[in-house]
Structures are given as C-alpha cells and as structure tokens.
C-alpha cells in the first residue's frame, strides 16, 4: 500500500491513503484494486523549468536525432508516469501524437 508520507501516483493512492487513515485494513483485493485505479488515473507528473527550457527546441524540430528522440520519450514518461517505452522510430505520426501532448504539458 501507498504510505501517505510519499507522493500519491494516482487516485488509487488518494483512496488508499484515506481509507487508512480511518481505520480500514487493506486486503489484497485492495491493493490489486489500488494499482488498477492507479493506472486508469494516473497524477500526471511535471518537468522542472530547465527541463522545459531544453526539450521545446527539440519539439519544433523537423527531424528528430536519437538522441532528442530519447529525451521526448523520458520527459513523456515523466509526465505520464507512464513506463519507458520505443516506439518506431521512423512512424512520424506516433511522434507527433507524442510531441503534441507534451507541448500542452510545458
């Protein structure tokens, strides 16, 4: 379970955490159910200003490197909290469904 000193992930966290502190044991289902609602509304997380300040040059650009490519996915997950992932290198659409939601992040 999510202990309420450390940042919540989701609501799934939120419930927990209230649920605990009025006196509510959790059960395995509990936790399965906790993790699921975690996922299904994940918090979304923030890029620090210099982080910001580096990738928008990197969203405008034409063509991607690998190396701005990496830095797209890693910031996405960031703020997704979502696990690292390799999408097609080469799909431009996947990129820019991408590039799209991060830019309305920054």
């Known amino acids: 379970m999510e202990n309420s000193d450390s940042k919540s992930r989701g609501i799934g966290d939120v419930i927990a955490n209230v649920t605990t502190?009025?006196?509510?044991?959790?059960?395995?289902?509990?936790?399965?159910?906790?993790?699921?609602?975690?996922?299904?509304?994940?918090?979304?997380?923030?890029?620090?200003?210099?982080?910001?300040?580096?990738?928008?040059?990197?969203?405008?650009?034409?063509?991607?490197?690998?190396?701005?490519?990496?830095?797209i996915i890693k910031s996405y997950c960031k703020v997704y909290q979502v696990k690292n992932f390799n999408p097609c290198t080469s799909c431009p659409g996947v990129w820019k469904g991408i590039i799209k939601k991060l830019k309305k992040s920054i």
């Open 21 to 71: 502190a009025i006196g509510i044991k959790p059960c395995e289902g509990c936790k399965k159910r906790q993790e699921a609602m975690n996922s299904m509304f994940p918090f979304k997380g923030k890029l620090t200003e210099v982080e910001a300040e580096i990738l928008k040059p990197i969203l405008d650009k034409m063509t991607l490197t690998a190396s701005d490519q990496e830095m």
